[in-house]
């Protein structure tokens, strides 16, 4: 139980230019990740996010479809966020601000202005990558696939939380200097709890550490801690829900953590998405949905500023991990608070053997308790 061994996050990161399912940076591709909540993309609007390093316009038409393609025109490398939403010969498009070439949705060029009616030259055969997009209750996601000119069908189907609203009930985000495994692995760090979050409305110091005993198990490409009863510290679940609540936590590659909070009238789950942005920034979005539970409608104004405020709490503390990693990269990792730790990592590496040898992912992990003080 109390064996130990260091680990560095970034195993992954080098070594893998023959490798699929994963980049240079250690991103895992051939992976659904969250591009934006839907309500931040406009109709006929489009803006540049960053994803796994690449710039990338998202958008929406004016019909209402959400796009992403990538946003560096192919001509001269000016992005495609910087033009407009124009139609051409009743197809919606996206034109550059340089010389009006006009791109569809599928990412093909469809009309370049300075083209002579007798020019040989076909637009067509220009395109500017396509990222196939899903969007479900208030979340849109895009597929980011290991070969860029790939059209192939995703490798996986997008993620899925089972039944949600149609939109989320608050939505809160935050970006951390931190490279997207180590704010996978901060996120879902069990010890750090009493002493991060330690607000008196949460967790009190005075409180102290209590034995947690939790039965985990594979799902798919993941791990879920069965339904159980939630800690007796979260005194917020009780009053909103009042007594009899079940929790249930859930962790998927590449990275979506989820934790649903449920009884019999009422339904609760929050989702936290990792984006890597760059090697050492990462996006975390979290949603918030929930239905048969009036009294959270009323709790908004409190409990968006208090995630808000653990999401801070987590930053700060990777802001402080910066200090030591710019000295020394190996940690010592100890079992059990950092058996998910090692989980991720396992899970990753399967992913890309599993995408380098074209097979079916194949969960390495063992139903297993946990225990430790928290
Ligand atoms: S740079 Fe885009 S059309 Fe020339
Ligand atoms: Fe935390």
Redesign the pocket.
């Known amino acids: 139980m109390a064996d130990s061994s260091s680990s560095a996050p970034q195993q992954a990161a080098s070594a893998s230019t023959d490798k699929t399912g994963i980049n240079d940076d250690g991103f895992l591709t051939d992976c659904w990740y969250l591009a934006a909540p839907s309500d931040e993309l406009k109709a006929g609007k489009q803006q540049r996010i960053m994803v796994l390093g690449e710039p990338v316009v998202v958008g929406r038409t004016p019909a209402g479809e959400a796009f992403a393609l990538r946003d560096i ?6 992005p ?1 966020s910087a033009g407009q939403q124009i139609e051409t010969e009743g197809e919606w498009t996206l034109q ?6 006009r791109f569809g949705t599928d990412g093909g060029c469809k009309h ?1 202005p300075s083209l002579t009616d007798d020019s040989p030259y076909d637009p067509s055969r220009v395109k500017v990558r396509r990222y196939p997009v899903h969007e479900a209750s208030g979340a849109v996601y895009l597929y980011v696939a290991h070969n860029p000119r790939s059209d192939a069908p995703p490798a996986v189907p997008p993620p899925e939380f089972g039944p949600l609203p149609e939109k989320p009930g608050f939505v809160i985000h935050d970006v951390f200097n931190a490279h997207m495994d180590d704010a996978v692995v901060g996120l879902m760090d069990p010890a750090h709890v009493p002493f991060v979050h330690n607000q008196w409305w949460w967790r009190p110091p005075s409180a102290g550490l209590k034995l947690k005993e939790k039965p985990f198990g594979p799902t798919d490409r993941g791990w879920a801690i069965d339904r159980h009863q939630p800690s007796s510290n979260s005194k917020l679940y009780r009053w909103v829900f009042g007594g009899k609540v079940e929790t249930e936590i859930r962790f998927q590659l590449p990275g979506y953590r989820w934790e649903i909070i449920s009884n019999d009238t009422a339904r609760l789950l929050t989702l936290t998405c990792l984006t890597p942005e760059a090697p050492k920034r990462t996006r975390i979005t979290q949603f918030t949905w929930w239905t048969g539970a009036p009294l959270l409608h009323l709790a908004v104004p409190i409990a968006k500023p208090m995630a808000r405020k653990f999401l801070s709490q987590d930053r700060e503390m990777v802001d402080l991990q910066n200090e030591g990693m710019a000295h020394q990269k190996a940690m010592l990792w100890i079992d059990d608070i950092d058996v998910q730790a090692k989980w991720y990592q396992r899970l990753k590496r399967e992913w890309t053997e599993c995408r380098t040898e074209d097979r079916a992912f194949s969960n390495p992990i063992e139903p297993r308790v946990l225990r430790w003080m928290s």
Do not use: A, Q
Request: proline share 14%; charged share 5%; aromatic share 14%.
């Open positions: 025109c192919p001509h001269r490398l000016v495609l550059c601000p340089y010389h009006g070439w370049m």
